[in-house]
Nanobody
Framework: QVQLVESGEGLVQAGGSLRLSCEYS????????MGWYRQTPGKQSELVAD????????NYADSVKSRFTITKDFAKKTVYLQMNGLKPEDKAVYYC????????????WGQGTQVTVSS
């Protein structure tokens, strides 16, 4: 089992920046990739960015490319999502997720953290 705890919730003005953190623990060697999803009411959840734990391959949604950066720190067992140039449409609950080596989808989730962007 893997446990994920997000932090970094905040309210920022449009154009501002925010960094989300996700600390992971438990059976960390079972993790193949980690990512950030976001959810807004009435919309399907969106995979914003993810990163493989081995090769560090990164993937971004088109809506956040060049603005968001996902990174990982093995020593701190933490994955970060640096969000720059925030837009009102980035407002959402952001969830950290982990995908195990035996899974084809993300199968472990954090509790979610709210990001609000004012115009």
């Amino acid at each position: 089992q893997v446990q994920l705890v997000e932090s970094g919730e905040g309210l920022v003005q449009a154009g501002g920046s925010l960094r989300l953190s996700c600390e992971y623990s438990g059976n960390i060697f079972s993790i193949y990739a980690m990512g950030w999803y976001r959810q807004t009411p009435g919309k399907q959840s969106e995979l914003v960015a993810d990163i493989t734990t081995g090769g560090g391959r990164k993937n971004y949604a088109d809506s956040v490319k060049s603005r968001f950066t996902i990174t990982k720190d093995f020593a701190k067992k933490t994955v970060y999502l640096q969000m720059n140039g925030l837009k009102p449409e980035d407002k959402a609950v952001y969830y950290c997720a982990a995908r195990s080596v035996v899974a084809v989808e993300y199968d472990c989730w954090g509790q979610g953290t709210q990001v609000t962007v004012s115009s």
